[in-house]
């Protein structure tokens, strides 16, 4: 079974430059989560979807950062203008289980790190 | 809010030495309890997890109980490798809406 794909697995661009990065989660997995961790410290949730309908985004700087996921499978994570303090790994994970489903994993991709200069 | 506190890294043991990492949660419901693990250069991969109070979870080695009345998931390995050195993270899951909350990882590192 293909894991979480990412890409690209780095990037290096100018404070002010916008970014892109493309996950596609695991076939038949109905949500899919963007995480921000930046180094020394956990995951922290940007956005959550399940299928193409966002769950929670209340922790996406919305002024600069969006997501989306056409037709509930791939999804792009975008920052524009791009800040200093954005360096960090951008995770995205898949889950199998919805909402009141007890138990259901997170698997995570590779993981895309992006540095600000 | 649902969090999740785990102690402050780095840890540093020798090898065949016995490991504990504290994890205590705050949660409104029931949810579930999870340890992922991030070897160096590689994403983040579950370890073990517990759906429910009481429950042990175990892999490699490894064991955490989910012990609703101390609110904790304490990771523990009773000898640990040098292909052990990694970094753990406690996570929950908040089953009504499948969010997942992490702790800020503990580095731990061990000497042959």
């Known amino acids: 079974e293909a894991g979480v794909a990412q890409s690209p697995r780095y990037k290096i661009i100018e404070k002010r430059q916008s970014v892109a990065f493309w996950c596609n989660p695991i076939s038949g997995h109905a949500t899919l989560y963007w995480y921000q961790q930046i180094l020394g410290q956990g995951p922290k949730l940007l956005i959550q979807?399940?299928?193409?309908?966002?769950?929670?985004d209340s922790q996406l700087p919305k002024d600069r950062f969006s997501a989306e996921r056409l037709k509930g499978v791939d999804s792009t994570l975008k920052i524009q203008p791009a800040k200093l303090e954005d360096s960090a790994v951008y995770l995205c994970?898949?889950?199998?289980?919805?909402?009141?489903?007890?138990?259901?994993?997170?698997?995570f991709g590779e993981g895309s790190r992006l540095t600000v200069l | 809010g649902d969090s999740v506190t785990q102690m402050e890294g780095p840890v540093t043991l020798s090898e065949e030495a016995f490991l504990t990492i504290n994890c205590t949660y705050t949660?409104?419901?029931?949810?579930?309890l999870f340890w992922y693990v991030q070897y160096p250069g590689e994403g983040l991969q579950l370890l073990l997890k517990?759906?429910?109070?009481?429950d042990k979870g175990s892999n490699k080695g490894f064991e955490a109980t989910y012990r609703k009345e101390t609110t904790s998931f304490h990771l523990e390995k009773g000898s640990v490798q040098v292909s052990d050195s990694a970094v753990y993270f406690c996570?929950?899951?908040?089953?009504?809406?499948?969010?997942?909350?992490f702790g800020t990882g503990t580095s731990l590192t061990v000497i042959p």
């Open positions: 979807f399940q299928n193409n309908g966002v769950v929670d």
């Open positions: 994970a898949s889950s199998l289980a919805a909402g009141g489903l007890v138990g259901g994993e997170l698997f």
């Open positions: 517990a759906t429910k109070a009481d």
């Open positions: 996570a929950l899951r908040k089953n009504t809406g499948n969010q997942f909350y």
């Open positions: 949660a409104t419901g029931y949810p579930s």
